[in-house]
C-alpha cells in the first residue's frame, strides 16, 4: 500500500470538492471573488504553472496549504521569493507529500533565513529530504530563530541531523516548541502517488 494512503487525508483537510480546472472551482450558487470575504478558503488545480500565477495571492495569504501538488525547485524558488518579502502575510506553509527533496529544501531555506520571514508553521512531511536537506534547516533555525515554532519533517530520513533539530527545542533562544521527525527513515524515500489538492486562506 503506498505510503500517503496509509497516513490518510491530514485532519485540515476538511472539503471533499475535487477542482476540474485550471482556476477556482466554484459551484454555480458560489459568489464571485469579488464579493467572497478576504479569509474563505480557495482550491485550485495541482499545477505548478497555476501556483506561479498565484505567487501574489500566497504572499497575501496567512495559509497555504500546497500537499502533493507536483511542486519542484521551480516552485521552491517562487514561494522563496514570497518568504523573503517583507509585505508576505503569510505564516502557516504545508509543502507535505512534495518531491522536493534536499535541492528545494535548499532553495526554500534562502527565504526562511530571511530577515523579512515571519513563518510560523512548517509542514515538510514526505517530500523526500534527507540528511542534508534537514542541515539546510539546522542553519536556518540558527540563524533565524524568532519566528517558527512548527517544524514536520515526518516521513523523511533526517539522519543525524533529526538530533541537531531536536536539540534545538531545548535552547531558550529558539521559539521553535513542536518538531515532528517521526515516522522516519531510508524507507521513505521512495516516491508515490500524491493526494494533490491546493489551498489558500
Do not use: F
Not at 40 to 54: D, F, G, H, P
Not at 116 to 132: A, Q
Not at 147 to 154: K, Q, W
Amino acid at each position: 500500500m503506498d505510503q500517503c494512503e496509509d497516513r490518510g487525508d491530514p485532519p485540515w483537510k476538511t472539503t471533499n470538492r475535487t477542482p476540474t480546472g485550471p482556476g477556482p472551482h466554484r459551484t454555480p450558487t458560489e459568489p464571485g471573488p469579488e464579493s467572497q470575504p478576504k479569509a474563505q478558503r480557495w482550491e485550485y488545480s495541482a499545477s505548478e504553472e497555476v501556483l506561479l500565477r498565484l505567487l501574489p495571492m500566497v504572499k497575501a495569504s496567512n495559509k497555504a496549504l500546497l500537499s502533493g501538488c507536483n511542486l519542484s525547485d521551480r516552485s521552491c524558488e517562487g514561494l522563496s521569493s514570497v518568504l523573503r518579502s517583507q509585505s508576505s502575510s503569510l505564516r502557516h506553509l504545508d509543502l507535505s507529500n512534495n518531491d522536493l527533496k534536499d535541492s528545494g529544501v535548499r532553495i526554500l531555506s534562502d527565504g526562511l533565513k530571511s530577515p523579512g520571514c515571519r513563518l510560523e508553521t512548517l509542514r515538510l512531511s514526505g517530500c523526500l529530504i534527507t540528511e542534508e536537506g534537514c542541515s539546510s534547516l539546522v542553519s536556518v533555525l540558527k540563524s533565524n530563530p524568532s519566528h517558527l515554532r512548527l517544524l514536520d519533517v515526518s516521513y523523511n530520513h533526517p539522519g543525524d541531523s533529526g538530533q541537531e533539530l531536536s536539540a534545538l527545542l531545548e535552547d531558550p533562544h529558539w521559539t521553535l516548541d513542536t518538531l515532528r521527525l517521526e515516522p522516519g527513515g531510508v524507507r521513505w524515500l521512495k516516491p508515490g502517488l500524491r493526494k494533490c489538492k491546493c489551498d489558500l486562506y
